[in-house]
């Protein structure tokens, strides 16, 4: 699944998806360029709004959920390996995700910087990367 960068400010989103993303957010700077694409890692929802797993900088380390009224989905195709996922240590929400991600705490373990859940994530990038690259390619 790729999204495409439409909005790069809170105050751009309708007032129903406003309320929704400052009932999230905690002041979160926004550094998405309006074009830029983005490959997308999982899906979690919070007060019925999609919320897109993204990263927005290669040199993040790891996804962060971004508010689904900033973006466009160009590419609408998810993984054959996500499913629907209710549980998680430090998150209320439900998740649409792999299900490497629902069966193991990868991202929680991502989060502290565990070296399997590091690397399962470079191994997710690569496939990530070109995905995008394939994208791109046939946009031309």
Not at 38 to 45: E, H, L, M, Q
Not at 91 to 96: S, V
């Amino acid at each position: 699944m790729i999204v495409k960068c439409i909005r790069n400010k809170r105050e751009d989103l309708s007032p129903e998806l406003l309320k929704s993303y400052d009932n999230n957010v905690n002041a979160q700077e926004i550094y998405m360029e309006i074009g830029q694409y983005f490959f997308v890692f999982g899906i979690s929802f919070r007060e019925g709004v999609p919320w897109y797993f993204i990263e927005e900088d290669d040199t993040d380390g790891y996804p962060t959920p971004w508010h689904s009224g900033l973006f466009e989905v160009v590419e609408s195709t998810m993984p054959s390996n996500w499913c629907f996922y209710t549980k998680s240590r430090h998150m209320d929400d439900n998740f649409i995700i792999s299900k490497e991600w629902a069966e193991n705490p990868l991202y929680e373990d991502l989060l502290e910087e565990e070296s399997y859940a590091i690397k399962a994530f470079q191994e997710q990038k690569k496939i990530a990367n070109n995905e995008i690259k394939k994208f791109l390619n046939l946009k031309r």
